[in-house]
């Protein structure tokens, strides 16, 4: 017995296809729920901000010297990778930090959306040399007036920029800093930002110490809501330290984060490099030195970040910053290799 076949009507063809969207979108969500294949490899790249007090040369020499194996070139004011000469130094940079056995997984920059100076161009040379992360700096809050109104009005700022990454196959990453008034500080609000758009263009960079800084165990839960957002990491420890004095009185708490060198801090790297690595994070780990360190001989102490942003000098022996950071990527190459991401 044959089965009848009939022709469907004109009305049930309109329901089907209008149907389609719907379905579609239902399987990428039923998709995106699922951990991220590790199609990248992970890298733990020193910041080429700690290396501004000299030439792209030497830096590259200093990094491979203080056992890096990638590091993350600066395209910003003050950097060694200006904006407007991206076309000529950045392939540069790359070359010579490539022909020292240093991979360039990322870049970090100052692009915010689509009309940050230069982005095109930016973009444009990082696909050429097959970069595809970037860092985003942080948006701000404006704390004198409502906060859920200027969340929303960051959506056709985000979304101009999705779409210069889906021109160039690239993706940004905003970072979550604690300080206060920017957005991402607590992770959950830059989450809510980014949600409705596709994560394979933007994402966050996720702070593993201003995270914790901004919400101590709530790490557990905004890395669990933010998880398919989160291209890559940012390494760094501290410690809560009480002000002396008055300090209540210039500010919200009389205590404030310390940044000290990693192990001796606050920051569970064991419990949260596991968890990423449980839902398939594969992408670039940056090591930022925050720290402030002892002058030998001296009472002095100065920031391992530096104190003199756009003069840049090194304010101790390029051997005893070497040191310091052997000491910092030994400590993370373990925390991450335990962790099973390296």
Partial sequence: MSMAH??????????LLGSAPVLAAEVVRAGASQPRAASSRTHLCLVS???????????????????????????????????????????????LAHKAGLATPMVITAIVDAQSA????????????????????????????????????????????VRLNEKYGTTA???????????????????????????????????????????GSGWVETSR???????????????????PGNARAASTSAWSPEMVPPGEG??????????FKSVGFAGPVELYQEYEVEIPGTSARVNM??????KWKLEMSKERYISLLKRDVKFYTAALTEAGLL
């Fill in 6 to 15: 009939t022709r469907p009507s004109r009305r049930q063809m309109l329901q």
């Fill in 49 to 95: 901000r700690h290396l501004q007090w000299t030439n792209p040369e030497e830096a590259v020499a200093v990094a491979a010297a203080g056992d890096c194996k990638a590091i993350a070139w600066t395209v910003r004011p003050g950097a060694h990778i200006l904006a407007e000469n991206v076309e000529r130094d950045l392939p540069k940079a790359v070359e």
């Fill in 118 to 161: 230069r982005a095109e161009a930016i973009l444009e040379t990082m696909r050429g040399l097959g970069i595809r992360y970037y860092r985003a700096p942080s948006f701000r809050y404006d704390l004198t007036q409502e906060l859920e109104s200027q969340l929303e009005a960051l959506q056709p700022r985000i979304a101009s920029l």
């Fill in 173 to 215: 990453m905003y970072h979550t800093h604690s300080a206060t008034g920017n957005v991402g500080g607590g992770v959950w609000d830059l989450w809510l930002a980014l949600r409705n758009f596709d994560s394979e263009f933007v994402g966050l960079n996720y702070d593993l110490g201003h995270a914790t800084i901004r919400g």
């Fill in 225 to 243: 809501f933010a998880h398919k957002y989160v291209h890559g990491l940012s390494v760094k420890d501290f410690r809560w330290i009480k002000q």
């Fill in 266 to 275: 606050m920051v569970d790297f064991k419990g949260m490099l596991a968890y």
């Fill in 305 to 310: 970040l530096g104190t003199a942003y756009g």
